[in-house]
């Protein structure tokens, strides 16, 4: 739960940040003031990439937190007896240890958007947060794909 409070905090944020830059962007794009007109124009971007990031990034997560539901649902997460830090995380020995069985369980069967899934929750138990979004970025993709979501 703490995590949407601060998806909810960091959105926004973002939101404030997107409104102001844009309001500043405005009036420099009416000052008639040539050079102010291109920083206006020029500023008036980062509000749309700003935008652009932040729904891509909610999108990510919130098909991902579906996906896993529908994993859960088919008792298909990973069930892995491993150690856990104090603070809840997986003991990064243990995640490397596990970390084969899913890659193999990918290689074995390439079009099933579960085993991408499950291989991204194996990136990210072992701490490579890139190739864990990449990997539930392919699952979401094969899930859509098959028409599912």
């Known amino acids: 739960m703490s995590a949407r409070i601060g998806v909810a905090v960091m959105g926004a944020l973002l939101a404030l940040y997107i ?19 291109a920083m206006g124009a020029a500023l008036l971007v980062l509000p749309i990439i700003a ?3 932040l729904w891509r990034e909610l999108m990510f997560g919130i098909r991902a937190e579906q996906l896993g539901r529908e994993l859960e649902r088919e008792g298909g997460l990973p069930a ?11 003991q990064r020995d243990d995640a490397d240890a596990a970390f084969p069985a899913y890659r193999e369980d990918v290689q074995a069967h390439p079009d ?5 899934y499950r ?7 072992a701490g490579d947060r890139r190739r864990a979004r990449e990997a539930i970025r392919k699952a979401i993709a094969m899930h859509r794909a098959a028409g599912r979501a």
């Open 19 to 37: 409104v102001f830059v844009a309001q500043r962007a405005w009036l420099l794009l009416v000052s008639g003031q040539p050079l102010g007109v």
């Open 80 to 90: 892995e007896d491993v150690a856990l830090r104090p603070s809840g995380r997986v």
């Open 112 to 116: 099933d958007w579960r085993s991408w």
């Open 51 to 53: 935008a652009w990031a």
């Open 119 to 125: 291989l991204g929750i194996a990136y990210d138990a």
